[in-house]
């Protein structure tokens, strides 16, 4: 029956510690799933107010008033925007591209001033946006300007970089430099 079955004599001693050392390692990843949970709670709890209050703020800029409320889910981040002609919260993803693009930008920003550190000396002072207006129309285009080169972002970030194929862009900015097959062609810097 020994052979039938494969039999061998467990070395209890060996035995015990493999156990002992699965309980502890059992312990370690209880342990730390606590601590991301408990951080994750902490940060949501800390920095979503904020970065829906941010969305408020700038969401009609962006939107020329259009927009105003904003809720964002704390558990799968989906953001509900108010929608006045249905008189209730509507998920992003119903709106056009265009808004939906909107929405996001707002989102990415206002996460952004979320989580400055509050001392101003300590936060970064810089942002950079990857092409934020290539969906956006002439209004929505203003809109995002005056927030970056006049608005809060502009308050708080004293260097904005925007990487854009739109050319007119330049004119907005004191500062720029043109791209071409990875050199510069042309800049623009003033002290």
Request: net charge negative; aromatic share 8%; hydrophobic share 35%.
């Amino acid at each position: 029956l020994e052979e039938e079955i494969n039999y061998e004599e467990i070395d209890v001693d060996s035995a015990e510690e493999e156990l002992k050392t699965a309980e502890e390692k059992k312990l370690e990843t209880e342990y730390s799933e606590k601590i991301v949970s408990t951080a994750k709670h902490n940060i949501m709890d800390q920095i979503l107010p904020k970065t829906e209050s941010n969305m408020a703020r700038f969401l009609p800029i962006l939107t020329n008033g259009k927009y105003k409320d904003v809720s964002i889910d704390q558990e799968s981040f989906d953001v509900k925007v108010y929608d006045s002609k249905a008189d209730e919260l509507k998920n992003k993803s119903v709106f056009s591209g265009g808004t939906r693009d909107q929405f996001s930008l707002a989102r990415r920003l206002s996460f952004g001033m979320a989580t400055l550190p509050q001392e101003r000396g300590r936060a970064p002072d810089f942002l950079f946006l990857d092409e934020p207006i290539g969906a956006f129309d002439q209004t929505r285009k203003e809109s995002l300007m005056e927030l970056l080169t006049r608005g809060e972002i502009a308050e708080n970030f004293s260097q904005i970089f925007v990487i854009s194929h739109i050319d007119d862009l330049k004119k907005e900015f004191d500062q720029h430099i043109k791209m071409e097959d990875g050199g510069i062609e042309q800049k623009k810097l003033e002290a």
